[in-house]
């Protein structure tokens, strides 16, 4: 059974990391999203208080 062969799984583990840091890793950064963040007007913004008459 070679999964109980305690001796590759470093090896198996540290190439599966690589691979995902040097290939999938700069494919997933380089997204750009659409929508960009506008920036807010620094004024508060006056919200009345809310009229809850059930309570």
Known sequence: MPQLNPGPWFNILLISWLTFLLILLPKILSHKTNNCPTPQSQDKL????WNWPWL
């Open 46 to 49: 006056f919200l009345p208080p």
